[in-house]
DNA sequence: GTCTATAGAGTGATAGAC
DNA sequence: GTCTATCACTCTATAGAC
């Protein structure tokens, strides 16, 4: 069932992870699956394939988890807290994954850079409709479109890659305290 | 003045922060540099500790900057204000530089890495105990100060990196906006 | 689909001349 | 303080056997 393109797969996410892809050569995961590393290139044409294959379905699964979840709610409000909730809910649910997915954009080729960032502005533009629609309503405070979104997801993002690592907390409460702190620093005063 | 020893750590913080420091070799820097590659190695013992030394004098910085500003401020609201704007403003000056700082711990040593990790840690350690103070007095909500002093500092090194690169705005204005947007998220709702 | 073997290029670092 | 030359190693990727 898993086969071996997907145990390459993984075992790529752990090392890119844990060390980053350019610390990561072909012969660690190769090491890692059991396997030559000549055997890696019968299932990815390269090392850079493979690190697009990862963040490309990484990005995808991002976007539909975001639109599943604004598609069961609504106000702009209820879309905002869903939009965020469920935004540290997959960034803390696929670590790895996002992780690499945010930090590894060097190691792409032009034209697989262009597509990742591609998904990456849909991705941003969902977050700036719904704070110039909340704006345009009056319940959310003035202030940058741009400045907003990109606080917004920083701060999750982020938020995200350190309470998993503390452990203290589980993953709806943390993507509660940022739905709260989030919503409050964007809320017009009352 | 300059020295070929500055020169080298200018040509190294550009092309790190450009590429990475895993991407750059040394016969790269020795190229900008106008100079053969073992030229390198009489001015710093290895490639990684150029880097090292880059990130040590770079933290260096921030905290004698924080401090600075935290000895011309009074009171727990004014001394937290103090300190996002410094944060910001540092992280606009030496963009370079503290972007390295904060994406680049993985190329360091145990050794190395042991030290500008605890030089952080001093850094964030201040930001917490203007939280502690601030909530002993009741002007800052209560929650988790961990939480709180992470999202600070997330928030504003990263606006700091995005929107130097938009350059829409003037450096003290930026800092000004992320000033309020913390302030704002952390007093108590009066 | 995985193997052994290797090509071909680049890496960090060192030795020793000047 | 910078040079040329080189060592010893690692890297990605390919060829061809099984």
């Known amino acids: 069932m898993a086969g071996m393109k997907e145990t390459i797969k993984t075992v790529a996410v752990d090392l890119f992870y844990r060390q980053g892809y350019f610390a990561t050569s072909i ?5 890692g699956c059991g396997i030559q ?35 069961v709610s609504d106000g702009v409000e209820a879309k905002m807290r869903a939009a965020v909730h469920g935004h540290v809910q997959f960034h803390l ?21 262009e597509v990742v960032v591609g998904k990456r502005d849909e991705y941003e533009g969902i977050f700036q409709d719904l704070i110039k629609a909340g704006r345009k309503q009056g319940i959310f405070d003035t202030g940058d479109v741009k400045i907003l979104s990109y606080a917004v ?34 809320k017009k005063p009352v």
Chains 1, 2 share one sequence.
């Not at 890659?161 to 620093?185: M, S, T």
């Open 153 to 186: 997801l920083t701060l999750c993002t982020a938020g995200a890659f350190w309470f998993k690592a503390e452990g203290r907390l589980a993953v709806d409460h943390i993507a509660e305290i940022y739905e709260n702190f989030v919503l409050k620093g964007m």
């Open 27 to 31: 012969s660690d995961i190769a090491k």
């Open 93 to 113: 649910e696929q670590q790895k994954e996002t992780f690499i997915a945010s930090s590894e954009l060097r190691g792409l080729s032009a034209e697989h850079y």
């Open 37 to 71: 590393k000549a055997s890696i290139y019968y299932h990815y044409p390269s090392k850079e394939d493979l690190l697009f294959f990862i963040m490309e379905s990484t990005m995808d699964g991002l976007l539909d988890h975001l639109k599943a979840g604004l598609a």
